[in-house]
């Protein structure tokens, strides 16, 4: 590949994470074609942008964006996929729903939520809740005591609430 062809490949992958908040490095190596497809098919549908690129290109591209990412060099040995997403915990469930079924996606390492993971952390990542559940939890916790008051009121010790107020009216 010619100097010019590995720069302009670079800055693709410049742009691409820097449009992804959140990138997965796996070894895809031994997936036949079948299944390397049905991989990229599943992606697709999650909305995972799933490349294979060389090492020392997206290590580049990765130190252009963030300067060095201490705990992902162990990384980028042998063969290299990349999932880019902007949920943090869809790759990581992708890749445990894939691997039940074959041996093959195995997590290397990820950034996500501007933390670095390592290849032992994939239940800790599909842990990891995205920003819209992290809002409907808070929701829910801030809607559950007013629920709580309606459902009093509208009980049996609402009516108990509804004529002592009527009683000391009429007093």
Known sequence: MRKE????LIDQLVETLKSYNHFYLVDIEGLNA???SALRRLCFEKEIKLMVVKNT????AINSVD???????HAFE????VMFSNVGNVP?????QFAADNEKPVLKGAYVENSVYGPDALQELVAIKSKEELIADVIALLQ???????????????NKI???LETLSKK
């Open 5 to 8: 062809d590995k720069a302009t």
């Open 34 to 36: 079948e299944k390397t």
């Open 57 to 60: 290109l997206i290590k580049k």
């Open 67 to 73: 300067g060095e990412l201490q705990g992902l060099d």
């Open 78 to 81: 042998g063969n290299t996929a």
């Open 92 to 96: 990581a469930k992708v890749i445990k």
């Open 144 to 158: 559950s005591p007013a629920k709580n008051v309606v459902s009093a009121l509208q009980g049996s010790a609402g």
């Open 162 to 164: 509804h004529g002592i």
